[in-house]
């Protein structure tokens, strides 16, 4: 349960769907701001915190993230970032005797002259390896040639294919958001946020909980249906220092239980550009011989 659960959210994202048009409110404008920023920025590094409730209990992953602009990337390219994510999670079984930890890798890379763009990933759950990759080139042409805006604005919207600014876009668009409330992160003082409390658009509210299974037979929300998300974003930078996922039991409850939560600790955002090698092919492990091709399950899973 545990490994299905960590591979869902870290690797495919939480929601998809097809784009319609919606009003701002305030709590959005502040969003969208963030974004802006993101799109903006020539480099991030932090410390990355995942906290993850299964059957009851919290499973915290810990590990490091960084993020570099293209060159002459610009804020609409379709592409405009490379990265790479290093996290390590629990087991699910105690006393397990592993050879490693659970771990997984992702690293977005380009050729330098740009011929080549992929993702690689590497992970081992609980003795169990596997490395693929993604063709982001490929994935690039097959979109350019559908001629379906709405996944040009999906693929932005998934953070393993667009970075941090997927993930706020994808939260701009699924969820509407109230004005924001002044705080200090908790376990940071030092740090001065903006609370945003989102909840799901109507638009979107049927066809997800279709996705998600429907309600149960005591018309309660699916368990890992996202009904509501809330933000902190940094006063001064705009930076999304914490995300939480909650869920209610039904649709008038005021019960929301957490899903799923992301915070950042230690955010260097523009600082002096990263080394090349941080973005760099992974290189498999031994006794990993072959890298499975991703891409087509890719396009088949945005429906091309």
């Known amino acids: 349960m545990l490994r299905k659960k960590y591979v869902h959210l870290l690797l495919f994202g939480i929601l998809t769907a097809n784009s319609l048009a919606f009003s701002q409110t305030e709590g959005d404008q502040f969003l969208q701001n963030s974004l802006n920023i993101l799109l903006a920025m020539r480099n991030v590094e932090c410390d990355i915190r995942i906290e993850t409730l299964v059957d009851g209990k919290v499973y915290t992953a810990k590990g490091h993230y960084a993020e570099q602009a293209l060159p002459h990337a610009m804020p609409n390219a379709f592409f405009r970032s490379v990265y790479r994510l290093d996290i390590d999670f629990p087991t699910s079984a105690s006393g397990t005797n592993m050879a490693e930890p659970n771990r997984m890798t992702l690293v977005s890379h380009v050729s330098d002259n740009g011929a080549r763009h992929q993702i690689d990933r590497y992970i081992s759950i609980e003795g169990n390896r596997s490395a693929s990759t993604i063709d982001v080139k490929r994935l690039e042409e097959r979109l350019r040639s559908s001629h379906r805006e709405n996944f040009f604005r999906q693929v932005s919207e998934v953070r393993n294919l667009g ?70 974003l940094g006063t001064h930078n705009g930076f999304p220092y914490k995300i939480q996922y909650l869920r209610r039991p039904t649709e008038n409850s005021t019960q929301k239980d957490l899903l799923f939560q992301e915070t950042f600790h230690n955010v260097v955002l523009n600082g002096p550009p990263l080394s090349d090698s941080r973005f760099a092919p992974l290189n498999l492990p031994e006794g990993i011989f072959n890298s499975e091709d991703d891409t087509d399950n890719v396009i088949r899973s945005l429906g091309l």
């Open 163 to 232: 970075g941090l600014a997927a993930m706020i876009r994808q939260l701009h668009r699924f969820y509407e958001f109230s004005a924001p409330v002044q705080e200090n992160l908790s376990g940071d003082e030092t740090v001065s946020v903006q609370r945003l409390s989102g909840t799901l658009r109507s638009i979107y509210h049927k066809e997800l909980l279709d996705q998600f299974g429907g309600l149960t037979r005591q018309d309660h929300y699916p368990a890992d249906f996202p009904s509501d998300v809330e933000v902190w």
